[in-house]
């Protein structure tokens, strides 16, 4: 769970949000890993939702940085909050919020779908990026120690791998194949596309943070080149869930001028 | 000796168990001897009687409860029936049933179990081991409608006993139980509490028809969906995608909570958690394990939850109750005013998630912060209630009486109490003085030197008056 600073949500509301506010992550081209990437764009996909403006800085010891170790997180005034969660109540504390129009039971499956993305695919990925020998040695090590020197890379890509295979194992991933994690990936997926159905967003009209969530994950899953090519097959089988991504793609990343996310 | 006579209902020795029972083959070797009431099974109670009734007793509509009656016969006539007992419900043709009836003896070698196969009780199918397989040598008849069925094995299900007015203390063990339960299938079930008694080492365990054995609740479910025991049959796409977030919400923000208030808090943990574990275990069982599944527990809390700071234990502790809390709220929200979570038939998320409320209703907690929150919520008291008592209605006559009346023993040991204490002090000082006394330490003057003297003088006046 994210470590939200402690303040009284008063003095949290009483700052507009400023001009300034950063969103830190690590080296985009040569560091960032697939599960790490997709947490942050989720929470890039939030604030440009709620039309907050958010620069992005790379860098490499974010996750150092990080309260609570995990990235993405953002400096807004003098408060730093990081994880998805923890920031939409820091955004809701300042007055911004994209759920308040739902009733309480889709309050409920908004929860539980997002409870369901980070149990499912975030744990696919973390399983596919720290568990999956072929992935770890071509791709996770290299790229998670690049910017250290030697033996510093090796030494903290191990120590990381271990941590991962610790909590998949304590979880119940750790017997797992990665067929079963593959399916596992689609089960998910097909929930969601199920849940999404015909509409532009999963409650209708308007994007809330499962959007920013779903998008986040499943962009990336899209879009990064891994040594196979399984993962992302398994989205694109569900052709109202690439339509979604790639509306939000639209509008709320080409549209407001920032870069096209690689 | 009534062949086919009333009903196959009746009840058995006074319990009259209500409720869409899960059918056939239900052994049950818990603590309640006599509780399933299998629907279909062919039970013909051997009656008491001579190997000729059992030729020709077509099996089909025998009701059970007979045997109830029978034993309270004699302990003769009820050893000599069940000798004779044609087959358990779930046997399928009389071969596999001495694999079921070598399983079952086998099994019943479990703790927990009377040992012995006593007669007296109404252990009825599931008979002692060594009548079970005598009869399963001797059984003939071949049941119609089964025989030519599957011929396989019956399920079984390893999984920990019951106890705080539940059929089972753990959660995952619940959650089977109660989805095998709203689905009928045929399981055996063997509530056990000692782990390394089950197939696999640990409980929940399932052993398939074929003999494999499988351990994850999930797959556990899985399988039984597999075999056409599929509560969410009825449910549409949306609501199997439903049902697969609200499983994730509830193993993400309950079910640390939960592992923390049975096995993390120490006052909940040393009075609740660990006395049960510690009184069901056998010995030496006892001693370490419960021990060693807390610090598994505490393992697994610790990973999941993620690295954090000592000092931020409290605030991790206040915000995981904080987010159960919420979760119990959504659930409620979502919940609503149904039955159950997808309308009127219950679904494999109402499994789960009846697994983990009951659990927090029903165990007496010393700090029950959650405890509290649940009670404010209505209707999933009344969801668990309503599916204890649909479901599981003999089971909550499980919890022995002792802990019905936690204050009365305690108070009824009040007067012992003192008076034990009394009586020990008065035995160590009479010990002490006993001792001082013969040892010589003290020695007790007579009342009356006057008198000593003068007789010795009188004495020695004699003894002048001799000389």
Same mark, same amino acid.
């Not at chain 2, 013909?44 to 009701?63: E, F, H, I, M």
């Given at each position: 769970m994210g470590h939200m600073v402690k303040q009284n949500s008063d003095k949290i509301a009483a700052e507009p949000w400023p001009e300034n506010a950063t969103l830190y992550q690590q080296l985009k081209g040569e560091q960032i890993l697939l599960s790490d990437n997709a947490a942050s764009l989720a929470v890039q996909a939030f604030l440009q939702m709620c039309n907050l403006p958010i620069k992005v800085v790379c860098r490499a010891n974010a996750e150092y940085m990080s309260p609570s170790g995990k990235v993405p997180f953002i400096h807004v005034g003098n408060q730093v909050v990081s994880e998805l969660g923890p920031i939409v109540q820091f955004v809701k504390a300042k007055g911004h919020s994209l759920s308040d129009g739902l009733d309480e039971v889709q309050k409920a499956e908004m929860k539980a779908y997002m409870e369901l993305v980070n149990n499912m695919l975030l744990t696919a990925e973390l399983y596919l990026q720290w568990c999956d020998e072929a992935t770890v040695g071509e791709i996770t090590h290299a790229r998670y120690g690049s910017p250290y020197p030697w033996p510093l890379n090796h030494i903290l890509a191990y120590q990381k791998q271990w941590e991962i295979k610790r909590k998949m194992k304590a979880i119940g991933w750790g017997k797992k194949t990665l067929d079963q994690v593959l399916e596992d990936v689609d089960q998910c997926c097909q929930a969601l596309s199920q849940r999404l159905g015909t509409q532009p967003y999963f409650f209708n009209k308007q994007p809330t943070e499962l959007d920013a969530l779903v998008f986040g994950h499943l962009y990336t899953i899209l879009t990064t080149q891994l040594t196979n090519d399984e993962l992302s097959e398994k989205v694109k089988n569900y052709s109202n869930l690439l339509a979604f991504c790639r509306r939000i793609e639209q509008h709320y990343f080409e549209d407001r001028g920032k870069d096209r996310l690689s | 000796m009534l062949l086919g006579g009333p009903p196959r209902r009746s009840p058995r020795s006074g319990t009259s168990p209500k409720g869409p029972q899960s059918s056939t083959g239900h052994v049950h070797f818990g603590k309640s001897p006599q509780t399933w009431p299998r629907r279909t099974r062919p039970r013909s109670p051997g009656l008491a009687a001579p190997s000729g009734v059992r030729g020709s007793t077509q099996p089909k509509r025998r009701d059970f409860p007979r045997r109830a009656w029978l034993t309270a016969l004699s302990r003769y006539g009820a050893r000599l029936w069940m000798g004779r007992r044609p087959s358990l419900p779930e046997a399928r043709g009389p071969a596999p049933r001495s694999a079921a009836a070598s399983r079952a003896s086998r099994s019943l070698a479990s703790p927990e179990t009377s040992p012995s196969p006593l007669p007296a009780t109404t252990r009825g199918a599931v008979a002692g081991g060594g009548s079970v397989q005598g009869r399963a040598g001797a059984q003939k008849e071949v049941f119609p409608g089964q025989g030519a069925g599957k011929m396989a094995a019956p399920m079984e299900l390893f999984c920990w006993s019951g !106890?705080? !007015?539940?059929?089972? /203390? *753990?959660? *995952?063990?619940?959650? /089977?139980?109660?989805?095998?339960?709203?689905? !009928?299938?045929?399981? &055996? /079930? +063997?509530? %056990?509490?000692?782990?390394? @008694?089950?197939?696999? !080492?640990?409980?929940?365990?399932? @052993?398939?028809? +074929?003999?494999? /054995? %499988?351990?994850?609740?999930? &797959? %556990? %479910?899985? +399988?039984? @969906? &597999?075999?056409?025991?599929?509560? *969410?049959?009825?449910?549409?796409?949306?609501?199997?995608? *439903?049902?697969?977030?609200f499983m994730s919400l509830l193993e993400e923000k309950l079910l640390p909570v939960l592992v923390h208030t049975f096995w993390i808090d120490t006052k909940n943990y040393v009075e609740v958690t660990r006395k049960w574990y510690a009184e069901a275990m056998p010995f030496p069982l006892n001693f370490f394990l419960p021990g060693r599944m807390q610090r598994q527990y505490m393992e697994r809390l610790q990973l999941l939850s993620g690295e954090h700071r000592p000092e931020d234990e409290e605030e991790l502790e206040k915000e995981l109750y904080r987010e159960a809390r919420e979760c119990l709220t959504l659930l409620s929200q979502r919940l609503g005013t149904q039955k159950f979570f997808f309308g009127d038939a219950p679904a494999s998320l109402d499994a789960f998630v009846f697994s983990y409320l009951a659990l927090l209703l029903q165990a007496k907690l010393p700090n029950g912060k959650l405890q509290a929150h649940l009670r404010g919520l209505h209707n999933l008291c009344a969801y668990c209630t309503h599916i204890l008592s649909l479901y599981f209605p003999w089971d909550g006559a499980e919890v022995p009486p002792p802990r019905h009346t936690p204050a009365g023993p305690e108070t009824e040991e009040e007067p012992y109490g003192r008076r034990n204490q009394i009586l020990s002090v008065l035995a160590g000082l009479a010990a002490m003085v006993g001792y001082a006394l013969l040892s010589g330490i003290v020695s007790i003057q007579r009342a009356t030197p006057a008198r000593a003297p003068s007789t010795r003088a009188l004495g020695m006046a004699e003894e002048d008056e001799e000389e």
């Amino acid at each position: 769970m994210g470590h939200m600073v402690k303040q009284n949500s008063d003095k949290i509301a009483a700052e507009p949000w400023p001009e300034n506010a950063t969103l830190y992550q690590q080296l985009k081209g040569e560091q960032i890993l697939l599960s790490d990437n997709a947490a942050s764009l989720a929470v890039q996909a939030f604030l440009q939702m709620c039309n907050l403006p958010i620069k992005v800085v790379c860098r490499a010891n974010a996750e150092y940085m990080s309260p609570s170790g995990k990235v993405p997180f953002i400096h807004v005034g003098n408060q730093v909050v990081s994880e998805l969660g923890p920031i939409v109540q820091f955004v809701k504390a300042k007055g911004h919020s994209l759920s308040d129009g739902l009733d309480e039971v889709q309050k409920a499956e908004m929860k539980a779908y997002m409870e369901l993305v980070n149990n499912m695919l975030l744990t696919a990925e973390l399983y596919l990026q720290w568990c999956d020998e072929a992935t770890v040695g071509e791709i996770t090590h290299a790229r998670y120690g690049s910017p250290y020197p030697w033996p510093l890379n090796h030494i903290l890509a191990y120590q990381k791998q271990w941590e991962i295979k610790r909590k998949m194992k304590a979880i119940g991933w750790g017997k797992k194949t990665l067929d079963q994690v593959l399916e596992d990936v689609d089960q998910c997926c097909q929930a969601l596309s199920q849940r999404l159905g015909t509409q532009p967003y999963f409650f209708n009209k308007q994007p809330t943070e499962l959007d920013a969530l779903v998008f986040g994950h499943l962009y990336t899953i899209l879009t990064t080149q891994l040594t196979n090519d399984e993962l992302s097959e398994k989205v694109k089988n569900y052709s109202n869930l690439l339509a979604f991504c790639r509306r939000i793609e639209q509008h709320y990343f080409e549209d407001r001028g920032k870069d096209r996310l690689s | 000796m009534l062949l086919g006579g009333p009903p196959r209902r009746s009840p058995r020795s006074g319990t009259s168990p209500k409720g869409p029972q899960s059918s056939t083959g239900h052994v049950h070797f818990g603590k309640s001897p006599q509780t399933w009431p299998r629907r279909t099974r062919p039970r013909s109670p051997g009656l008491a009687a001579p190997s000729g009734v059992r030729g020709s007793t077509q099996p089909k509509r025998r009701d059970f409860p007979r045997r109830a009656w029978l034993t309270a016969l004699s302990r003769y006539g009820a050893r000599l029936w069940m000798g004779r007992r044609p087959s358990l419900p779930e046997a399928r043709g009389p071969a596999p049933r001495s694999a079921a009836a070598s399983r079952a003896s086998r099994s019943l070698a479990s703790p927990e179990t009377s040992p012995s196969p006593l007669p007296a009780t109404t252990r009825g199918a599931v008979a002692g081991g060594g009548s079970v397989q005598g009869r399963a040598g001797a059984q003939k008849e071949v049941f119609p409608g089964q025989g030519a069925g599957k011929m396989a094995a019956p399920m079984e299900l390893f999984c920990w006993s019951g !106890g705080w !007015g539940l059929p089972s /203390v *753990d959660l *995952d063990s619940l959650a /089977v139980l109660t989805y095998a339960r709203f689905t !009928g299938a045929p399981l &055996k /079930v +063997h509530k %056990i509490s000692n782990p390394w @008694r089950s197939p696999s !080492g640990t409980l929940p365990a399932l @052993r398939t028809s +074929h003999g494999e /054995v %499988i351990s994850v609740p999930h &797959k %556990i %479910i899985t +399988h039984l @969906r &597999k075999e056409k025991y599929n509560a *969410d049959y009825d449910l549409s796409a949306r609501q199997g995608a *439903d049902t697969l977030a609200f499983m994730s919400l509830l193993e993400e923000k309950l079910l640390p909570v939960l592992v923390h208030t049975f096995w993390i808090d120490t006052k909940n943990y040393v009075e609740v958690t660990r006395k049960w574990y510690a009184e069901a275990m056998p010995f030496p069982l006892n001693f370490f394990l419960p021990g060693r599944m807390q610090r598994q527990y505490m393992e697994r809390l610790q990973l999941l939850s993620g690295e954090h700071r000592p000092e931020d234990e409290e605030e991790l502790e206040k915000e995981l109750y904080r987010e159960a809390r919420e979760c119990l709220t959504l659930l409620s929200q979502r919940l609503g005013t149904q039955k159950f979570f997808f309308g009127d038939a219950p679904a494999s998320l109402d499994a789960f998630v009846f697994s983990y409320l009951a659990l927090l209703l029903q165990a007496k907690l010393p700090n029950g912060k959650l405890q509290a929150h649940l009670r404010g919520l209505h209707n999933l008291c009344a969801y668990c209630t309503h599916i204890l008592s649909l479901y599981f209605p003999w089971d909550g006559a499980e919890v022995p009486p002792p802990r019905h009346t936690p204050a009365g023993p305690e108070t009824e040991e009040e007067p012992y109490g003192r008076r034990n204490q009394i009586l020990s002090v008065l035995a160590g000082l009479a010990a002490m003085v006993g001792y001082a006394l013969l040892s010589g330490i003290v020695s007790i003057q007579r009342a009356t030197p006057a008198r000593a003297p003068s007789t010795r003088a009188l004495g020695m006046a004699e003894e002048d008056e001799e000389e």
